[in-house]
């Protein structure tokens, strides 16, 4: 059983910056974040390979946002910086146990789930 628990989210104003942290137990799987806001469906932030290679992001935190991850500590990481209202989100890590070739932006294919934490920009 892979437990995975997320820390570092909080309140900011619109320009800061937040990092967000997810320990995972057991071994070492290409990582995600997606986030969800009230009313609407969890949607792809970012995701890092196992080994830490080619991280890949939506669009629209482009160049704000950086995940990364520390594999002796089996951590992935979200530095998160010029915030923006829309960020607001409950943002989730995701963990995917496949193996698979490259890596997937789909939440269905994330069989690991933290319990989410809650960032919050004000404008």
């Known amino acids: 059983q892979v437990q995975l628990v997320e820390s570092g989210g909080g309140s900011v104003q619109a320009g800061g910056s937040l990092r967000l942290s997810c320990a995972a137990s057991g071994r070492t799987f290409n990582m995600a974040w997606f986030r969800q806001a009230p009313g609407k469906e969890r949607d792809f932030v970012a995701v890092i390979e196992w080994n830490g290679a080619n991280p890949y992001y939506t669009d629209s935190v482009k160049g704000r946002f950086t995940i990364s991850r520390d594999n002796a500590k089996t951590t992935v990481y979200l530095q998160m910086n010029n915030l923006k209202p829309e960020d607001t989100a409950v943002y989730y890590c995701?963990?995917?146990?496949?193996?698979?070739?490259?890596?997937?932006?789909?939440?269905?294919?994330?069989?690991?789930w933290g319990q989410g934490t809650q960032v919050t920009v004000s404008s």
């Open positions: 995701a963990a995917d146990p496949s193996r698979r070739l490259g890596f997937s932006t789909k939440t269905i294919d994330y069989y690991y």
